[in-house]
């Protein structure tokens, strides 16, 4: 049984649980709308609503996309301080992210199949 | 710009202590410097972004990046070292203890000819000195096959172990002249801890020469291509 007081626990670590199965799907997302650097996927997943996930949590991830070559980077100038190192999606991180996407929603589909209750909630009649 | 480097440096020992070559340890480093640096420049602290545990946090982007490990496994080591350098020493007594007399009869020099006293104590001591090298070394070469770059560890073992050896005979002996040859337990103790010690330094030198990364990155790593935008 869980006690009432580990709540706020329970709920941080499911949240922690669901966004580690989805966190490279939204980040290749993020940067199919437009390249990026680190720092900034890092900002623009607090903007979506994720709440603060680290920066020591999505550069290991960025790097392992990189090296399965779904991702890219360059460095490109900046204007107003050192070069930055961008990343952008790739071909197979264009494809990943199509299949992770219907996937992703046949399996949101599914949960949400079981989690909404019926439209008619039949009653039990008395005889 | 020195919280960067200060945040590389100990992600830098974190990589060193995670068995991470140096090469790739350059490549990870000058990776995350430029984000760091970008993070820098848009208001980021390198400190907080990283989080309180840089250590963890390099060896998980050390593992995302693929990059090849090689763990010098110390203990393992020199516990192998010290057992086949104990086997070896009794080894080397019995064939000491053996051939001593054997030579004796089969060698009947005149009681003129006076053997040099360097050459004595060179095959008195060395023989044993010899044997528990052998000893040692053996033992590393095939008990820990399983550990890489196992051959060229034994191999520069087999280098410097003698050197060392040779190295620490004049001090102990220095040593063991300051106490005027004292056999008090502490003196005799402190000479064995001496050579044992310098040793365990040769076989611990042996292997950090042996998995010193030779500048050629992991091919799995941290290759840069030219962005394509999606």
Redesign the interface.
Known sequence: MIAADNEPTDDSDRQTQLLRGVLDMCLLALLAREPAHGYELVRRMEDAGFGAISYGTIYPLLTRMRRLGLVADEQQASPTGPPRKVYALTGPGRSHLDAWQKQWDRFADTVAGILTPPDHNPTRSCP | MNTIDGALAEADRAWRAYGVGSADRAALAD??R??L??????G?DPTQ???G?IAG?AR??A????VRRVCGDYRRLLGTALIGAALGGLLGYAILTALYPMLVRIVDLPRSFEVPIQLALAVYYGVPAGVVVVGAVTAVRLRLRDLPRIRRTAWMMSLLMPAAGILITPITMAFAWSTGYSTAPEVIATEVAMVLATLAGATVLARRLSIRDRQEPSD???N???????
């Open positions: 990776d995350l430029l984000d640096q970008a993070a820098v420049a848009d980021g972004l990283l989080g545990d946090f998980r982007l593992d995302e990046a693929g799995t790593t941290l840069t291509t030219e962005i394509k935008p999606a």
